[in-house]
């Protein structure tokens, strides 16, 4: 992936190689509920959301400029065995390139017939079975994070690694969720968006840890410090959530 910012034109993405004027915002405009700014959540670049090229979105930008830069596309490969939920459209092309030994594409709700319906709470495949497990911004949607982490854990060989991009707050000491924040509106103002359940606090890396997990978290400033956020149409202060079955 390029690293070389345009002049001529103000955005370039790094997923289809298209230089454009803009990233267009989620759902069109720039705004987000007061609270996610207030307490600094980190997660999608929603007013650089979509590329309006190829139509990818900011996080799986960022996720394939993560795995490029740390030379990661070797995990992806001939001897992987890899369990991907909510499969992204480019993510999942890159994955099948590298002819892992075993891809599984998962989802609760498929919406095509090359995705097996699978619960994160219920994997239905035997201890070990993976070497990789990529989920990208789904524990903010699952009914018990800790049962998925757990499940995760158990079907990932001892050194696997599992790839969790979730939206966080450092500024929250512990993960926030409550059974009476019910409606659409009540989720989109606390937990950042209508089909979300949770939001996630600094306590995140506990939880992982507390599911057998060791960190291998990566900054953005770490490895891709001369990439502009504007430029690529990112969020900066998004690690990569990257993890080891230990």
Known sequence: MNSTTTTDLACYCTVCGQHIDAFTPYRGHNSRPP???????????????LCPSCGCHDRERHLLMYLAKLNLLPILGSSARILHFAPEQWLSQLIQLQNPAFYLMAD??????????????????????????????????VDDDR???????????????????????????????????VSPEQ???????EDHVRLFGRDIFERFAE??????????????????????????????????AV
């Open 35 to 49: 609270l996610m700014a207030l307490l600094n959540v980190i997660g999608s670049n929603t007013s650089q959301f």
């Open 108 to 141: 609760l709700y498929p919406q095509s017939e090359q995705v097996e319906k699978i619960d994160i709470h219920e994997i239905p495949y035997p201890d070990a079975s993976f070497t990789l497990v990529i989920a990208n911004h789904v524990l903010e949607h």
């Open 147 to 181: 049962r998925a982490m757990q499940e995760i854990r158990r079907v990932l060989t001892v050194g696997g690694l599992a790839i969790l991009q979730t939206p966080y707050s450092a500024s929250l000491h512990n993960t926030f969720s409550d059974p009476g924040v």
């Open 187 to 193: 989720r989109l103002q606390l937990f950042g968006q």
């Open 211 to 244: 599911a057998g997990f060791n960190p291998l978290v990566v900054t953005h400033h770490q490895v891709m410090s001369d990439m502009s956020a504007v430029v690529y149409g990112i969020n900066e202060n998004e690690p990569l959530f990257l993890f080891e």
